[in-house]
Structure formats: C-alpha cells, structure tokens
C-alpha cells in the first residue's frame, strides 16, 4: 500500500524518536499509560474508523489493529470505508460520523487538502481526530490531535539493503516503480537507487520503469528485463501490485532463486511469494501498529492525558524474511485478510 496524497513531502527522520517502539520496531501497547488518574474512562465510547478502502489488506490491518487496542479499553468501534481508494466517496462517510457525535475519529485520508473541511468540521464539533497512513503535508493540518504513518525513504533505504545483501554485493540489479509523479513512489525508488550506490557500488542498478499499478504491465517489464539481461541478479518492486507482477514473471520464466525479488509491503499475495521461494524479502509497513497507536492516542487524550499524544509518529519498516515469518513477532506485522 502507498500513501497517495500528490502533496506529500519528506517527513523528517529526528521524528522516529517521538514512537514508542518495542524490539521489532512494532508500536508497543500501553494500556496503563491512559490509566484515568482522573476518573475519566473511555468504556462505552464509541470510535469511528474511516478508512482508506474496504477491501485492501493494508487497511483491513489497520482495522484489525485498532479494533484488539479498542476492546483493551470495552469502547465500541465502527469502521466505514468507500469501496475504492477515492476522497470524493470518502469525505461524506467523514461526515457522517461527525452527525452521529462519535467520541473519536481515526482518518486514513484518501487524499491531503481534500480532506480538509471535514477535519475542520470534527474540531468544531469537538471530536478528536487522529490520522493513519498519511503524509506529512497533511499531518501537519491544526485540526487533528497526532498521527501515525510511515517514511517512504525508510521503506527503500531497508529494500536496498536487504538486495544488496542477498545478492552479495554484485550483479545487476531492476527496478520496477508504479505511478510516475506519485512522491510516495517516486521516494521509494531514489532513496532505494541511492542507497545501492552508496552500500553496494558493485552492483549495476538498471534505470527505473513504470508499471501505472498494473500487476499484468509489473509482469511484462519484469520478463523484458530478463530477457534483455540474461544474468539479471535482482528486482525490487515499489508495492504489492509490483512486487506480485514481477512475482508472477519470475515464475513463469524459471527463474525461481536467479532472481532475487523484493518488494515493498506484506500483503497475502506477497507472502504466498515469499513462502514460495519466488520473494526473498518483503518491506513491511506497520498498519497493525497504526490502528493500535490511533486508539491509545484518542484514549489518552479522551481521559486527560493529552500531553501523551504525540503529534507525528513514524513507524519504521520491518523487513519480513523466510527466515522469520513464522515467528510470533511477524504475525502482527504480515498484512491480514480481514480484521
């Protein structure tokens, strides 16, 4: 999953040290943090989660994560989202939750400006809001409480280093990227293409093509690449959709191991990848964590704790292996099918 969000710009790194992070990087749970030594108490409150889309596994995860913080607290949590990744259908779901007087809102915009009047609308009305999978131009916006999201420059410094260690240092290497123009995309990328210059010189990193978020374009320029570079070591895919396109590439022209695929995020199809052999590493973001954090923050600031609440906080990326993807750990990190 990327952030989407055209206005996006670089969130700085010195934030990193405003998460509460246990050893995996994961956001760590802290129920007594919003222990009401007031008397205040969230139970019975009801949060809304509106999400980015109901069908992808990103946002499911986001979901499943929010709601196991929300049941440590009994407050009741609703999830509405458009069917598609899409402000226009989003904003009136906003709206809706701000008429029925929920206690709490947990936004993961689809879109940054366009989001604006109904976070304005939220604070008039008194509602918390706490953002998820945003970028920073939007995190920035004075009528929301804190956010949690990701840094797209961690998310492909953590890819080159894990292909410039799997392909030891030499080779070549292919890069497939999704929209052209999109900040999100296009940092994934450089910071991926300057990190394989500056760990690993050795390696040949061929320049960057585009697959418009097509699994079927990702699979094409992925067997062009092969067939034009028969000792091909690497590709390394920006999203799910790329990295399941140049997984399916991989397969079909035998190359299963002589070409090494990373790929950013967890999703189900990307794991059946890297169970397969076909992956040898995913770059996870951490949407668990995001729903849980947005939920100790609205609680932390529902019952008197606000100077708890942290205005931005950057989840790091977690590099998923299939050395340890079945440990205890990475099961909150891999991306659910449902929450």
């Known amino acids: 999953m990327k952030i989407r969000g055209t206005k996006a710009t670089h969130i700085l790194l010195s934030a990193l040290t405003a998460s509460v992070i246990t050893a995996f990087g994961m956001v760590a749970a802290s129920p007594a943090s919003a222990a009401n030594s007031t008397g205040s108490s969230v139970a019975g409150d009801t949060f809304a989660l509106v999400n980015g889309d109901n069908a992808d596994p990103f946002f499911l995860t986001i979901w499943k994560g929010a709601l196991a913080e929300a049941n440590k607290y009994h407050v009741h949590l609703v999830e509405v989202a458009p069917t598609t990744f899409d ?20 936004l993961s915009p689809d879109g940054d400006t366009q989001l604006d009047p109904g976070l304005a609308k939220a604070h008039a009305a008194g509602i918390p809001v706490v953002l998820v999978n945003s970028d920073s131009t939007f995190n920035s916006n004075p009528n929301k409480i804190g956010a949690f999201t990701s840094n797209q420059l961690l998310l492909g410094q953590l890819a080159a280093k894990a292909m410039g260690s799997l392909i030891h240092g030499r080779g070549t290497v292919a890069v497939i990227n999704s929209v052209a123009g999109a900040l999100g995309d296009e940092q994934r990328g450089s910071a991926f293409i300057a990190t394989m210059h500056k760990y690993f010189p050795h390696v040949r990193t061929l320049p960057e093509q585009y697959d418009l978020d097509s699994r079927t374009t990702a699979a094409g320029l992925a067997n062009d690449f092969m067939e034009a570079y028969p000792n091909l070591t690497g590709i390394y895919g920006v999203d799910s959709f790329t990295g399941q396109g140049v997984g399916t590439a991989i397969k079909d022209d035998h ?83 449902k929450p």
């Open 87 to 106: 402000y226009t259908t989003q904003l009136p779901l906003l709206y809706d939750e701000i008429a029925k007087k929920v206690n709490g809102i947990i």
């Open 255 to 337: 190359k299963v191991g002589k070409v090494k695929l990373v790929a950013i995020d967890a999703e189900p199809q990307e794991v059946a990848l890297l169970r397969e052999g076909v992956a040898q590493a995913l770059i996870a973001q951490q949407p668990y964590g995001m729903g849980t954090g947005a939920v100790q923050a609205l609680v932390e600031y529902l019952t008197g704790h606000k100077n708890l609440v942290k205005n931005s906080v950057i989840l790091p990326p977690i590099e998923v292996t299939p050395q340890n993807i079945n440990t205890p750990a990475m099961q909150k990190v891999i991306y659910a099918s």
